[in-house]
């Protein structure tokens, strides 16, 4: 009698270790799953916006296009920023699931070689889209500048056209004038 308690009592314990192992089995499932989704959710996201930074160069000296480019261009930079968390997310889930392995079972290789993929993946987006941003705002204060220019050596030209015009088609003979007219293509080459 003694021996058959003793063994009801091992069966108990054996069910309800086989009942926790059952449900921490779920909880991984689980947690492989969502992190699966996450990973494939991020990886998508990354090469739909590698088609965005390789798609055009900076449209220089085209103002508004550069403007358009841009604002897409600090929008993804908004976006980096925001999905910055959720990739940390997977790499701490994957981190624990990879110390939940059996250090030399295949799964292990697989689950460490997706993390090591997607976080290469991730660090070539972030440093593409910063030097398309920096690129972008180069062109486009220089395009700025370019126009300004043009717009400056416009006014000063049509000024000169003015003041050439009222002035007659006769010769400059006198020193002052000379000397004025002078200057005034000196500013012009100089604003060239």
Not at 74 to 93: F, G, H, S, Y
Not at 158 to 172: F, I, K, M, T, Y
Request: proline content about 2%.
């Amino acid at each position: 009698e003694d021996e058959a308690g003793v063994l009801v009592e091992q069966i108990m314990e054996v069910k309800k270790d086989l009942r926790a192992r059952d449900e921490e089995l779920k909880l991984l499932a689980s947690t492989i799953n969502q992190w699966k989704e996450e990973l494939q959710g991020l990886s998508m996201w990354m090469k739909e916006v590698e088609v965005f930074l390789h798609a055009e160069d900076a449209a220089f000296g085209d103002l508004e296009t550069l403007e358009a480019q841009l604002k897409e261009s600090n929008a993804l930079q908004e976006d980096i920023l925001t999905l910055q968390p959720n990739v940390e997310n997977i790499n701490e889930t994957g981190q624990s699931l990879l110390g939940r392995c059996d250090q030399e079972g295949q799964f292990r290789v697989e689950l460490g070689q997706q993390l090591d993929h997607v976080n290469d993946d991730w660090e070539m987006t972030v440093t593409t889209a910063n030097k398309q941003n920096e690129k972008l705002k180069k062109a486009f204060d220089k395009s700025r500048e370019v126009v300004q220019l043009v717009k400056e050596i416009n006014q000063f030209l049509d000024q000169l056209e003015g003041e050439l015009a009222g002035s007659g088609v006769a010769p400059v003979t006198a020193a002052p004038e000379l000397s004025q007219r002078t200057y005034k293509l000196l500013q012009l080459r100089d604003k060239a």
